[in-house]
């Protein structure tokens, strides 16, 4: 892994653990640093490079995961409009920044259901979404299935 990239997530991991009052969400934060230094060793070991803005973007979500996330807010962060944030990313990676977003939170809700006793309401207040009526919907959109039939799946 590039020595600034390392750093730059690094970084990102750190300003979120300040801002974090419990036990549980800095061990969460843990496991999310530690998973995400993986992958990207092992994108790195597979040759899959990225534009330093899909870096940064999966960076930003990944950081972000527990809150709502908008593209606005992230527009903001990386000092571009809306637009063309939105468009340089589906050019450089072929999907959309919502995709991205919902597909990220998939994949966190899929670890919790896997490896905690999280019910799937306090999965989806922890994720950040609306309601878990929409949860269960964007999970079923990018899993397939639901979270109680996912979670019944990995037993």
Do not use: W
């Not at 589906?90 to 966190?108: A, N, V």
């Amino acid at each position: 892994m590039r020595e600034d990239d390392a750093f730059s997530l690094s970084d990102a991991f750190i300003q979120r653990a300040e801002l974090l009052t419990s036990y549980s969400k800095i061990m969460n934060l843990q496991y999310n640093m530690i998973l995400e230094f993986t992958e990207q060793v092992e994108k790195l070991h597979r040759g899959s490079h990225e534009s330093k803005l899909a870096l940064d973007v999966a960076n930003y979500v990944r950081c972000h995961l527990s809150e709502p996330i908008s593209v606005e807010a992230m527009a903001e962060e990386f000092f571009l409009s809306r637009p063309y944030l939105s468009a340089k990313f589906k050019q450089e990676t072929g999907m959309t920044l919502t995709d991205f977003i919902l597909h990220e939170k998939t994949e966190e809700a899929q670890r919790l259901l896997r490896y905690s006793d999280k019910t799937a309401s306090a999965i989806s207040a922890y994720l950040g979404f609306s309601s878990q009526g929409h949860f269960a919907k964007v999970f079923k959109k990018y899993a397939g299935c639901t979270p109680n039939e996912y979670r019944d799946k990995q037993r």
